[in-house]
DNA sequence: GTTCTTCAATACTGGACAGTATGGAACATC
DNA sequence: GATGTTCCATACTGTCCAGTATTGAAGAAC
C-alpha cells in the first residue's frame, strides 16, 4: 500500500536545505511554477509556516536552489570531463555524459522551459556560456581554426539544448540501440575522424 | 507620444479572429502564461465580458490559437520549400528560411517553453515529426541511407530547436556576418559537399 | 420604430497562491 | 525546572485570474 500519492513524509524537522532539494525535486517533475510555497509544504508534510521561517521570499527559495545545482552540476559534468587529456575523446564523453538523461538534464530541460524569469534567464547565460567554451576549447585543441571550433561547438550546444527539449515529450522515440546509433552520428558528423 | 504602453485599441467590435491574433501576440512576448482572458481584455480595450461571448473557455482560444498558427506555419515554410527540386538546395533553403527570426519563430520557442501544457505538447509532437520526416526525405533523397538521413534530420531539428531557445536569451550574440558564416558551416557539416 | 441578434460592461463567486502576524510546542541550556 | 531558541501551525490579507449571470447598447431585419 503507498503510503500518499504525495508522500506528506512526517519528517520530524526540516532545515532550509531539505527546502532546496524539494523544490528542485518539484522543478524537475513539473518546471518552477511548480516551485511554490503552498504546494511544497504540502508535500513535505508542513505547513507555509515553515516555509518563511528558512526563507524570506519565494524567490530566495528558487535563488538558493539553482545554486545549488549550479556548483552540483560543475561538480559532476564539468570537473570531471577536465581531466580526458585527449580533446576528441573529450567532447566524445561530454556527449555521452550529457546525452543520457540525469535528474541534473532534466532540471536543465526546466530550467530552459523558464527562461523567460527573472533568475533563470541570467542562470542559463551563464552556464551556456561556460559549456560553449568548454567545448569550444576542446575543439581548438583538436586542430579546427577559432572560428570553425566556436561554430561548431554552438551547434553542438544548440542540438544539445533541443535534444533535452525534445525528449521531454519523448519525441525522438527511440530504441536504446538506435539511440547509441543516433550518438556515434552525432559525434561523427561534428569530429570527424580524419 | 507614445498613445499608452499597451495599446488600449479603442476598436469598434472585436470577433473571435482579434481575440486569437491577440492570443499569439501575448504567445510571441511573453509566453503561454500571457494568454490570459483579462490582461488580453486589457489589450484590446474591451473587459472579459466581450472573450465569454466569443469562446466558451481560456482552453478554447489557445486551441483555436495555436491551429491558426499551425496551419499558417505550414502554409509559409513547408509548402514554398516542397517547390525546391534540389534535396540540397531545400534544406539549405529550409535552415536559411528558419534560421532568420520571424514572429512564427517566436512563436515556436514560446510553444517550445510551455511544452508541458496539455494543448502544446501534442501540438509540437505533431510539428516536429512534420519537420523531422520532411529533413529525413529531403536527406534520402540526397543519397544518404535510411539510418543516416533520420539521424542527421534529428540531429538538424534538435540544433533549431536549440538555436531558437538560445537566441531567446540572445546567448550566441554575433554579428550579422558571423551569423552567416555560422549558418554556412552548419550546413557544410551536415551536407558535406561530397 | 419595434424586435432580434450581436457584442460588451458590471458585478459577482471561487480557487490558488504570496506574504504577514502571532501564538504554541519541542528542545537545549543553565 | 525556568528560560530562550528553533521550528511550525493557524489565521489572517491581498492579488490575480477563470468562469457565471445579468443587464445594456448598437446595428440589422421586419
Redesign the pocket.
Known sequence: MPRKVTKPEP?????AV?WELAALEALAESGL??????????R???????????F?????LIQAAIERWEHNDEEQVVAPLAKVADPRERVRELIRLTSHRRPTHTIFAALFRAIDQPLIGPLLERASQRRIDFVTHAFREAGFDAKTAANRARLAYSAYVGFVQLAHIGQPRMTHDEFERYIDDFIDTLIPSR
Do not use: Q
Open positions: 519528517k520530524v524537522r526540516l532545515s531539505d511554477g511548480a516551485v511554490a510555497i503552498e504546494p511544497l509544504a504540502r513535505l508534510g508542513v505547513t507555509k509556516g515553515s516555509f518563511y521561517w528558512h524570506p521570499t519565494r524567490e530566495a
